[in-house]
């Protein structure tokens, strides 16, 4: 059996027909399965899918999507804010885990950020998601928020991340 690598997975930028139905079906089915987040966790990704995709603008806006096999089995997007960019959606399916597919998406995500030349970026997340928050503070993010929450279904601790452009300190 060949070992997947990178270079086994397209990432594009371009929105397909299906591709938010299916993406909000795949964060549904993995938070479930991962962190036992409700149904309540599916209906906020459908709702802020939706919104993204109303104030879409290729120009401040951006969507990676990864796909193995002609599937989807991973994304990340950069939404704009005005003043700040919010990045969201960020998701790898675990068997794809392990390569460096979320390191890499996150350094597009840094690329793109500073190519718009925003100031600031920020995220929100749970305490749930270790590893992403690894990922995110090597990038510059800083935990600036903990708020304890009934979300999803369950008990957690909402976070907060921000990054701010080294120049405007």
Not at 62 to 71: A, G, L, P, S, V
């Amino acid at each position: 059996m060949k070992t997947l690598s990178l270079d086994d997975i397209v990432i594009r930028t371009a929105l397909r027909p299906g591709d938010l139905g299916y993406i909000t079906y795949l964060h549904g089915r993995m938070y479930n399965d991962e962190y036992n987040f409700g149904v309540e966790f599916e209906a906020y990704v459908a709702k802020t899918l939706a919104e993204f995709y109303e104030q879409y603008d290729v120009e401040t806006n951006r969507f990676w999507i990864c796909e193995h096999d002609n599937k989807i089995i991973g994304c990340i997007a950069l939404m704009n804010r005005g003043d700040a960019a919010q990045l969201r959606y960020f998701l790898v399916l675990p068997q794809y885990r392990g390569i460096g597919l979320g390191k890499k998406l996150m350094g597009l995500y840094m690329d793109f950020l500073r190519q718009c030349n925003y100031r600031k970026s920020f995220l929100l997340t749970t305490d749930e998601l270790g590893a992403a928050a690894k990922l995110y503070t090597s990038h510059g993010f800083k935990m600036t928020e903990r708020i304890p929450s009934n979300a999803f279904g369950k008990s957690l601790i909402e976070q907060r991340y921000e990054w701010q452009a080294e120049d405007s300190l």
